[in-house]
């Protein structure tokens, strides 16, 4: 039917994490939240946004959304599956649905290990392909994000960081995954390579039906990556709505304080801000010269 949203692939209903406090001399130690009953909702071959001020709790979501760590209470679902990792064991099928490209291509990739082998040990964990087949996968996929078959043999501090974090994400789709969190993927890299690997997340998007929750601070990434977008602040969602009500009309405080914070990144704004700021130099240049002839 014209019109009919995609079906939910990935849902958490009242997701609470808390870790331990600690206790003082006439204290008992009390639990911290970092997680408040966060409910969300990923339709299929979408891009849920996640965003708000370091420590609001998103990359926390975005750990148990992965099946890295456990939620303390809630609901997880996912692909129609309910998923707790603290009381069931998670089968090898569940673990290929949902993988992770962090934040550092730096950090994320282990730098003894050549990147074919770190790819392809994805493939011998998670299928029962043979080692060539391992290795045409591997090529295969290094072609996919942009690099080339041979660059499997060498180490990861022979690439940039913008060709590590392609790596880090051709490593996430070895197993062909349905759902990729992305925590921070580009907040690492330069404003042109972060144009390039955002335009490599749309394609494999596309040609895959991948859905996207997208980790980040920075407010014109998701406005160009997003379909729905929620706002986060101290571990508890405080806004959510489609991509383009979120930036024409947010309702919460919280919201619209984030995007008053956030520079535009319209060129004819960008130009004025940049005149602006010429002319302020220029009248200072100006009021020091009148200085100093008095």
Do not use: W
């Not at 335009?199 to 929750?213: C, H, I, K, P, T």
């Not at 806004?239 to 304080?257: K, L, W």
């Not at 535009?264 to 009248?283: F, G, K, N, V």
């Amino acid at each position: 039917m014209a019109g009919e949203k995609p079906p939910v692939i990935l849902e958490g209903i009242g997701l609470v994490r808390e870790y331990p406090g600690r206790a003082g001399l006439l204290r008992r130690a009390q639990p911290n939240r970092a997680l408040k009953g966060v409910d969300l909702q990923l339709r299929r071959g979408s891009t849920l946004s996640v965003v708000g001020e370091t420590g609001c709790g998103k990359s926390t979501l975005g750990r148990i959304l992965t099946l890295i760590d456990p939620m303390t209470d809630g609901e997880l679902i996912v692909d129609g599956e309910q998923v707790d990792i603290r009381r069931h064991h998670l089968s090898r099928e569940l673990r290929r649905k949902v993988r992770i490209v962090f934040q550092s291509p730096y950090g994320s990739l282990n730098p003894r290990k050549k990147i074919g082998d770190a790819l392809g040990q994805e493939l011998l964990l998670n299928t029962s392909l043979d080692a060539t087949e391992r290795r045409v996968r591997v090529g295969d996929m290094l072609e996919r994000v942009g690099l080339q078959r041979d660059h499997a043999g060498r180490y990861p501090h022979m690439f940039s960081g913008g060709q590590r974090q392609r790596i880090a994400i051709a490593r996430a789709l070895m197993v062909n995954p349905k759902i990729l969190i992305l925590d921070e993927p580009v907040s690492a890299l330069d404003l042109s390579v972060q144009a390039k690997v955002l335009n490599l997340l749309a394609d494999l998007q596309r040609e895959f039906g991948l859905s996207y929750v997208f980790i980040s601070h920075d407010l014109s990434v998701v406005r160009r990556i997003s379909d729905e977008v929620m706002v986060m602040n101290s571990g508890e969602v405080v806004e959510r709505g489609t991509c383009e009500d979120i930036f024409a009309n947010p309702s919460h405080p919280y919201t619209r304080q984030l995007l008053a914070s956030t520079p535009s990144t319209d060129p004819d704004a960008i130009a004025a801000r940049l005149a602006r700021h010429a002319e302020r130099r220029a009248r200072a240049a100006s009021q020091t010269t009148g200085d100093e002839r008095d």
